[in-house]
C-alpha cells in the first residue's frame, strides 16, 4: 500500500499536467482510500495494477481497468514511467500486459485518456494500436490543456 501511494505521488510530482488529479488532493487522501484502492488493482476478478521493475526499483507502473458501464470494454489507466526510464520500452511492455490481461477477460476494446498535449504518450499509444476516438474533454486539474480518449480494439 505505500509503494502503491508512493508510486501515485512520484507520478503526479513528475506530470502533474497528465493526469486528473492534483497531488495536493491525492496526498490527503485516507489510509483507507489507499487500502481499497490497492485490495482493488490486486485481487484476482476486479482492476489489475502492472508493475516494471528492475531489482527493487519500480520503473513505471499502470492499471488495467473494468469499464463500469461497458461489459465488453476495458480501460489504461495511471500509466507513469520514471523519467529515467522513458524511451526504453519500459511503456510498451506495460501497455502489453494490459493487453494480455484484457485478452484473459474476453474483453473486445481498450480504451484511455491521453494529454494531448504530450507527443511522447500519444506516441507511445499510438505504436500500441491506440486510434483518437474524437473525444476530447479539458483536463480537470488544468482546464487549459485537454485530454483525448483513444481506443484499440483486441
Not at 491525492?26 to 482492476?47: D, I, Q
Request: proline share 6%; hydrophobic share 40%; charged share 25%.
Amino acid at each position: 500500500m505505500d509503494l502503491h501511494r508512493d508510486l501515485r505521488l512520484n507520478a503526479l510530482r513528475d506530470s502533474p499536467d497528465s493526469f486528473g488529479e492534483a497531488l495536493e488532493d491525492v496526498a490527503a487522501r485516507p489510509l483507507s482510500y489507499w487500502e481499497e484502492l490497492t485490495r482493488s488493482v490486486t485481487e484476482p476478478g476486479r482492476h489489475v495494477m502492472f508493475l516494471a521493475c528492475e531489482s527493487e526499483h519500480v520503473l513505471g507502473s499502470t492499471y488495467g481497468l473494468l469499464d463500469r458501464e461497458q461489459t465488453e470494454a476495458g480501460r489504461v489507466g495511471g500509466m507513469w514511467v520514471d523519467p529515467t526510464w522513458r524511451r526504453c520500452g519500459v511503456g510498451r511492455a506495460l501497455l502489453q500486459e494490459v493487453f494480455s490481461w484484457a485478452h484473459t477477460r474476453g474483453l473486445k476494446r481498450l480504451a484511455l485518456w491521453a494529454p494531448a498535449h504530450s507527443p511522447a504518450a500519444i506516441s507511445l499509444y499510438r505504436q500500441a494500436g491506440f486510434r483518437e476516438t474524437g473525444n476530447r474533454r479539458p483536463l480537470p486539474t488544468n482546464p487549459s490543456l485537454q485530454v483525448v480518449e483513444m481506443e484499440s480494439p483486441l
